[in-house]
């Protein structure tokens, strides 16, 4: 794909609607026993797994317009596996649905989702009473679930991630007693958030989460921002390119995704938030960005849960930074659907950068002129749209192999980055 002419990034532009909250919205609306109605819903790869799975669980799920309805109805066990595609999201938060299933059913995914860790969810889920076997010492997909007879638990979670932490959440609504889970880092809050809008009863202080088991959620409409991880692309697009200025709309600003904000601030970036607004108990508002010279810094592991999907495009800008710009304790970047910490700086090298691996990070030394070549998206979608932000910037051709990847999360990237490059 060639990237036409342009001198700057300029525009208004509304991203695609927040994936998380989307495959959130579906199943929470699948247990209510009343209609859900979902305004603006994700329609990308992930979501449509999610969307195919709950369809083999029986539950009526209709499109109208731009809105989804889910109708009422108990789910049921299905006849076929429940295939996750490339979605880690899905399969997770699937789980937790199923342990509180009294029927069997058995999960599976691509080859990327085969190597994702799910260990993670099946012990708190065994000890809820799910009975789970995995391939891999239970540690891999594919995973059997016979759900039902859970009794609520007190977990603290090893590592901060917000598919564990809903899994968990979602199964303790099927549970006997409270669950209270504890985080030491606070990860991504929208199945709180959902859960309280659609009345269930669930407390939240500061990190720790407390649900009464058979919480009845009522019938309601959810309104689904645009998608903080993927306006980041032009955010940064716009940081980098010598005069641009976009304006990007009705984006999420729920303070647990919007790190990647506040690290472009302490780069130097010029970024302004208007009209924050409340919307289904998520912030939203309007961000404005400008071309700025930036500087290396140090972000810090109790950052990355805020920043986790961002990693790789702020590797990106520190490229294009003064100085060392050093991202610490990021390990679990190794487990997603690439290895992120490797695929990136295979790619941003190959593209002239100085970039380094660690066990746990990424080291960058800025600003180096990146050349164009060929380079790999290692079929992850935000290596991928990573990749083309840094082919606006390098000189000389940059090839990109397996583009198609992006549709996991973004479908109609490229015409909306062919929108905004100006001449
Ligand atoms: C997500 C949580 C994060 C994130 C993923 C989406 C979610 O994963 O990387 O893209 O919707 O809960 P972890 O919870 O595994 O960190």
């Not at 599976?108 to 010492?137: F, N, Q, T, W």
């Not at 958030?193 to 720790?208: P, Y």
């Not at 746990?360 to 992850?380: F, Q």
Request: proline share 4%.
């Amino acid at each position: 794909m060639k990237i036409p002419n342009f001198e700057r990034i300029e525009g208004r532009l509304k991203p695609p609607p927040d994936k998380s909250i989307t495959h959130r919205a579906l199943i929470i609306g699948s247990i209510s026993e009343k209609t859900i109605r979902i305004r603006n819903p994700l329609l990308s790869g992930d979501t449509i797994s999610t969307i195919t799975c709950l369809l083999k669980l029986g539950k009526v799920i209709e499109k109208k317009g731009k809105e989804i309805e889910i109708k009422p109805g108990r789910i049921k066990e299905p006849e076929e596996i429940l295939y996750c595609g490339n979605s880690g999201t899905t399969a997770r938060l699937l789980s937790g649905l199923l342990s509180g299933q009294d029927f069997f059913s058995v999960l599976d995914g691509d080859a990327s989702l085969r190597k994702r860790p799910m260990g993670r969810i099946v012990e708190p889920l065994r000890e809820m009473g799910a009975i789970i076997h995995a391939r891999g010492k239970d540690s891999v997909l594919p995973m059997s679930i016979k759900g039902g007879n859970l009794r609520g638990i007190t977990y603290e979670l090893k590592i901060p991630s917000a598919q564990v932490k809903s899994a968990i959440i979602i199964s303790a609504i099927f549970a006997d007693g409270k669950t209270v889970i504890k985080e030491n880092l606070k990860s991504r809050d929208h199945t709180e958030r959902m859960l309280k809008w659609l009345g269930a009863d669930i407390t939240v202080e500061d990190k720790v989460i407390k649900i009464k088991g058979g919480a009845k959620i009522s019938d309601g409409e959810i309104t689904v921002p645009g998608d903080i991880s993927s306006a980041s692309f032009f955010i940064c697009g716009a940081t980098l390119v010598k005069g641009s200025k976009i304006v990007i709309e009705n984006v999420g600003l729920n303070p647990t995704r919007t790190g990647i904000l506040e690290i472009l601030k302490r780069m130097g970036a010029s970024i302004r938030i208007l009209d924050l607004r409340k919307q289904c108990n998520e912030e939203i508002g309007d961000i404005e960005v400008k071309y700025s010279q930036l500087k290396g810094i140090e972000i810090e592991e109790h950052e990355i849960p805020s920043i986790i999907d961002e990693i790789p495009i702020i590797s990106l800008l520190a490229t294009q930074a003064d100085g060392i710009t050093n991202i610490k304790g990021a390990k679990e970047l190794r487990y997603k659907e690439s290895d992120r910490i490797h695929a990136i700086c295979d790619s941003l090298s190959k593209l002239g950068s100085k970039i380094e691996e660690t066990e746990d990070g990424i080291v960058v030394e800025g600003p180096s002129l990146l050349r164009g070549a060929k380079v790999n998206s290692y079929g992850d979608h935000r290596i991928a749209m990573t990749l083309l932000i840094a082919s606006l910037i390098a000189k000389g051709e940059t090839i990109i192999d397996d583009l198609d990847c992006i549709e996991i999360s973004y479908p109609n990237f490229i015409n909306d980055l062919f929108s905004l490059c100006k001449s």
